[in-house]
């Protein structure tokens, strides 16, 4: 007995030890390749977020802010100089699903006399200084306390490598710099143009 089990034990150590030859599988690899397009979008409109105590929400409408005159000069012409600021904050809902470049453009160089350009006369002003910001809301990302200094001035923000800002607010805000350096103003009418883009580097 003991014979017969241990040749039975023999046989099937061999057949363990011995295993077939693997037979070699076919491989071969697929790739899979799509794409996103890059895109950034602006408001279509603005509403208004915030302002200073001496700035309302009616002033705003569309994509115009009308400041009342007797903040930026007296009724004798002269330029109003204060500390308090004048500013107003608008917000509407953008989106880019990238990185990108935000621009402002001034159109004027700050609030400009509209009727005249070049030097005014002597001992008066043409232009009041603005202050402007544009970065999606509550973030880091973008233009804060820009002031042009000459029509046609511009500034940009590169995003970079930072992580796309997704569905999110955008928001400009616009100041008035009422400092002592403004002399009596030219009669009549003062505005700027703000242009703002944002795009998408090729």
Known sequence: MKK????????????????????????DTINIIGTAEAFCTLPDSWQFASSTSNVSAGQFSGHTWTIPGTLVATSNG??????EEVAIRVRGQAACNTTHIITLTSANGGL????????????????????????????TWGIFDWVPSAPGDSIAYDHGARIPPGNHEFDIRMGLLRDP???????????DQLIVTISVPS
């Open 4 to 27: 017969l089990i241990l040749a039975v034990s023999a046989a099937f150590l061999a057949a363990v030890a011995t295993p077939a030859a693997a037979q070699t599988q076919p491989q």
């Open 112 to 139: 400009a006399h509209q009727a005249s350009a070049g030097n005014p006369p002597a001992g008066f002003t043409r232009i009041r200084r603005m202050t402007y910001n544009a970065n999606w809301r509550d973030t």
């Open 78 to 83: 002269n330029a109003v100089v204060s500390t």
């Open 181 to 191: 350096t403004n002399s009596p103003m030219v009669a009549g009418s003062y505005s």
